[in-house]
Structure formats: C-alpha cells, structure tokens
C-alpha cells in the first residue's frame, strides 16, 4: 500500500480492518462489526484482537504520514475512519 508515495507493508488482517473502516468514512464501526467482518464470526467476550489490530494499524499509517489522524476511538462504541491533519 501507498501513502504519500511511500510503501505501507499491511498484513492481510491489517488490510482488511483498513478496508473496513475506509468503506465507511465518518461512520462509527462497532468492534463486534469489525471482528465479524475482519475474523468471522462472534468476538469471544473479552476479546481485545480488534483493538490490538487498530493500534497496529494507526501506528503504521501514523509513521507513514506522522502530520496525520486517521482512526478515532469512541470508547463503548467502535472506530471510526476519519482521516485529517494534526493541528500544528
């Protein structure tokens, strides 16, 4: 993948949450919506994969463009995709 010109090296799963997410800008996804479509099926209770995967995921693409946000949290609901400019 390509930000700004530079490469971006995603695992598959990584991929697949940005695809999720990005196919919904603006839009909160729930990390039970995220689990079923990322890992299929239910999220076993205490299952703390998709946040371990977004925090994967905004450091990578936080490194490859460090004036960025891409993924906001909005705790006891999901994330959302909402790509912006830091404030300087």
């Not at 995967?53 to 909402?82: M, N």
Request: net charge neutral; glycine share 6%; proline share 7%.
């Amino acid at each position: 993948m390509l930000a700004d010109g530079r490469g971006i090296i995603l695992t598959v799963r990584e991929f697949h949450l940005l695809a999720v997410l990005a196919s919904r800008p603006e839009q909160v996804v729930s990390r039970e919506e995220i689990y079923d479509l990322v890992w299929g099926g239910a999220m076993p209770n205490h299952d703390r994969s998709v946040d371990v995967y977004v925090s994967k995921l905004r450091h990578k693409l936080e490194t490859a463009l460090p004036h960025w946000s891409f993924i906001q949290t909005h705790i006891g609901f999901g994330y959302c995709f909402s790509p912006r400019p830091l404030n300087p």
